[in-house]
């Protein structure tokens, strides 16, 4: 699983969560960058990683990402 | 003789007095106990050396002192009174009301027994008890500050805000910036406003109460303290309300948690960890509601918890939406449960006016069962000292206190940041200290 893969399928599901196709991930893309992005927002974007994945975070992984770039290397870890 | 011998006691209660300030409690102990020696029917030994063996933890021991001086001075108010606290702090209600029952029929002059009566009465729940009796005292006494507290907490329990509202102004009048009636004041407050906006919602066609609703939107000004950002995360809130979330929120840290924006009573929070929290966010058990500021809040219909979504925009599909936040519930409900097993996590509960020692222990041992967590429990300090203290209570139970708890008396908010965060950072270094038995956060 590349990370390439992993930013193009995530791409798909903050465009599901934020209804909008205009955004474009980048590693060091955090919440401060796109409107409207607050907890609920990341719990429907995590969900969404965990579904599409099949794998779980725990909270203590999900109180550690800082960034997209951080959520695409812990998805990469688990789903490898 | 008498008169020397008066002198004498004098002298040495002084002296205990002198020694227990300075912290020599042994020796205090000691002049007391020659005090005793000297007047075995003075009831002034057993009271004071009681009082400093119960100040000093040690309560059968001051049971045992004020039974002992109960047998030789028969009848002694202060006596009565003291004997009827050790059972009261310790929660033993049935003993407490009987001990309080006999302060009442001894000196109905004095308002200690009744206070003392309608205060077990309503930490047992018995409300329209305590309600009656209360009413009856009041006739009698009805400049006590104590019991108006109490008849206003009374109201509260029972969910009469009106009433509630008019009994903590007499509460207030009584006794001007007395922190829990401000604080009582404003849950009432905010309850009154809230049923008559749900009342113009009902009237309106908006779609039928949310009962419950914490609040409308409160914006909260973020600091730039990275330190503390990373201290405040490390905790989680379980309610009474979003106070503890908005802390978080001010020092930059936005953790993910099942109860951080809730309304959760100490019963309910216990009832959902009894019940390892099973069936909550079931579809069918999750309603939908919304306020006169068009926020959406669900209501977990099984566990009387109202959870805040935070969407004000119109939503084409609502059933659509109630669905897809049941899930999200379920979602951090099982994030909140693996957390529980894991142990080692330390729970925020900020514990409004009302909630009992036996509620919040309930909540303790609840937590507990889970694993080694820790329960940090918050309340409003009983006395100015207090504020800012954080005390051990047990085994994965801490307590801290705070000058004011939040909706303020007006329903606003007006959160002690800095004092949150001084709480917070002694509970840490508590929770390290006795690691590995509690994992700090």
Same mark, same amino acid.
Not at chain 2, 133 to 151: G, Q
Not at chain 2, 243 to 251: A, T
Not at chain 2, 260 to 267: C, M
């Given at each position: 699983?590349?990370?390439t ?8 599901i ?18 401060d ?16 990683a ?6 779980k ?5 999900l109180?550690?990402?800082g960034?997209?770039g951080?959520l695409?290397?812990a998805?990469?870890a688990?789903?490898? | ?6 002198l ?10 002198s020694?227990?300030?300075?912290g ?15 007047s ?11 009082k400093?063996?119960r100040?000093a ?16 001075c ?44 309608g !205060? #077990?009465?309503?930490a047992l729940? @018995?409300?329209?008890? *305590?309600? $009656?009796?209360? +009413?009856? =005292?009041?006739?009698r006494?009805?400049?006590d500050?104590h ?14 805000w ?10 207030l009048?009584?006794?001007p910036?007395?922190q ?14 809230l ?8 009237e ?7 009962? !419950? #609703?914490?609040?409308?939107p409160? @914006?909260?000004?973020? *600091?730039? $303290?990275?330190? +503390?950002? =990373?201290l ?9 309300n979003?106070e ?8 930059g ?7 951080r ?30 306020t ?21 925009q119109?939503? *084409?599909?609502e ?5 897809k936040?049941a ?6 409900r ?21 909630a009992?020692?036996?509620e ?7 937590l ?7 329960l ?11 504020v800012?203290k ?39 270094d508590m ?11």
């Amino acid at each position: 699983m590349t990370e390439t893969r992993i930013y193009s399928e995530l791409t798909e599901i903050f465009h599901d969560v934020f209804m909008r196709g205009d955004i474009v991930l980048r590693p060091d893309m955090t919440a401060d960058d796109v409107e409207g992005w607050d907890s609920f927002k990341m719990i429907e974007i995590i969900m969404g990683a965990e579904e599409k994945y099949g794998i779980k975070f725990s909270t203590k992984e999900l109180d550690g990402l800082g960034s997209v770039g951080d959520l695409v290397q812990a998805i990469a870890a688990k789903a490898a | 003789m008498a008169s020397d011998l008066a002198l004498a006691d004098s002298d040495l209660l002084g002296a205990a007095a002198s020694a227990a300030k300075e912290g020599r409690t042994d020796e205090a102990l000691r002049l007391l106990g020659e005090a005793r020696l000297n007047s075995p029917s003075a009831p002034g030994g057993y009271l004071e050396a009681g009082k400093l063996l119960r100040a000093a933890k040690r309560p059968g021991e001051a049971e045992a002192m004020f039974l002992e001086g109960l047998r030789r001075c028969p009848k002694r108010l202060e006596l009565l009174i003291e004997y009827a606290w050790v059972s009261h702090y310790a929660s033993a209600w049935p003993e407490a009301l009987e001990r309080w029952r006999a302060v009442d029929d001894e000196f109905p002059w004095h308002p200690a027994g009744s206070v003392g009566v309608g !205060r #077990v009465l309503f930490a047992l729940k @018995r409300f329209d008890e *305590a309600e $009656d009796h209360l +009413a009856r =005292a009041l006739e009698r006494f009805p400049s006590d500050p104590h019991m108006s507290v109490t008849f206003a907490q009374v109201a509260a329990a029972r969910h009469e805000w009106r009433v509630a509202l008019e009994r903590w102004d007499v509460a207030l009048d009584l006794r001007p910036g007395d922190q829990s009636a401000v604080a009582g004041r404003g849950v009432a407050l905010w309850q009154v406003q809230l049923e008559a906006e749900n009342a113009a919602g009902a009237e309106a066609g908006d779609g039928g109460p949310a009962q !419950r #609703v914490p609040h409308g939107p409160v @914006r909260i000004e973020r *600091a730039a $303290d990275p330190q +503390a950002a =990373a201290l405040v995360k490390g905790f989680e809130s379980l309610g009474e309300n979003c106070e503890f979330g908005l802390v978080q929120r001010r020092f930059g840290a936005e953790p993910l948690g099942l109860l951080r924006w809730t309304y959760t009573s100490p019963e309910s929070l216990a009832r959902l960890l009894e019940a390892r929290f099973a069936g909550l966010g079931e579809a069918d058990a999750v309603s939908l509601h919304r306020t006169h500021w068009k926020e959406y809040f669900l209501k977990d219909g099984r566990f009387g918890v109202t959870f805040h979504t935070w969407l004000t925009q119109d939503v *084409a599909d609502e059933e659509a939406f109630r669905v897809k936040q049941a899930a999200r519930l379920r979602w951090l409900r099982d994030k909140l449960l693996a957390d529980l097993g894991e142990g080692g996590k330390v729970f925020v509960y900020k514990a409004h006016h009302g909630a009992t020692e036996a509620e919040i222990g309930r909540v303790a041992a609840a937590l507990r069962a889970y694993g080694p967590n820790t329960l940090f429990c918050v309340s409003l300090a009983d006395a100015p000292g207090a504020v800012g203290k954080v005390e051990k209570r047990g085994d994965g139970f801490l307590r801290g206190y705070l000058s004011r708890l939040n909706p303020t008396r007006e329903g606003q908010w007006d959160i002690p940041f800095d004092e949150w965060l001084a709480l917070c950072r002694q509970a840490a270094d508590m929770v390290e200290a006795a690691a590995p038995a509690t994992a700090a956060p």
